[in-house]
């Protein structure tokens, strides 16, 4: 499970290579298309991650926050906070990898046109559930402490 926090930058890492599909190319012609599904409202984000390292069992993915999400950069936008389900998809190119409009798939069912700088989304390599809390001091519910009383308080059965 991905533990983040609202309005903070993510940094995870995931089982990636056990479930490579495309093992045509070197992994510097891979990256991966991560869908984020929020449980409360079902709202979707898509984001290529800003750091791609992909080791011998697992891959390093950065996401930056940003108020406005872009799925080309990686930034993203856990608001509100709670559970998601995530999805990674694995994207090959055949050519020079071209994470911009036009040259990366947008979502798992977006069909380029045949290209060696179009990526080609393979399938799901991996998924499972995040859990989004909320940055220190913006909760969406906050209490306020009351300070204690000087004399004591006393409550009378039945009033």
């Not at 998809?89 to 069912?109: H, K, L, M």
Request: hydrophobic fraction near 35%; charged fraction near 20%; proline fraction near 4%.
């Amino acid at each position: 499970m991905i533990q983040a926090i609202t309005e903070t930058n993510l940094t995870t890492f995931l089982q990636t290579e056990d479930n490579r599909i495309d093992t045509s190319v070197g992994s510097d012609k891979i990256r991966h298309l991560v869908k984020f599904i929020n449980d409360m409202d079902a709202s979707v984000q898509y984001a290529y991650s800003t750091v791609d390292l992909i080791y011998d069992r697992y891959t390093k993915f950065v996401f930056d926050y940003n108020a406005t999400p872009d799925v080309y950069t990686g930034k993203v936008k856990f608001i509100p906070s709670g559970y998601y389900k995530y999805e990674v998809y694995e994207v090959s190119w055949s050519g020079a990898v071209a994470i911009s409009a036009g040259n990366a798939p947008v979502t798992e069912d977006d069909v380029l046109p045949v290209g060696p700088t179009h990526g080609v989304v393979q399938g799901l390599v991996t998924k499972g559930k995040m859990n989004v809390t909320d940055k220190s001091g913006t909760a969406q519910v906050q209490y306020t402490q009351r300070e204690a009383p000087e004399s004591q308080n006393y409550i009378y059965y039945g009033q």
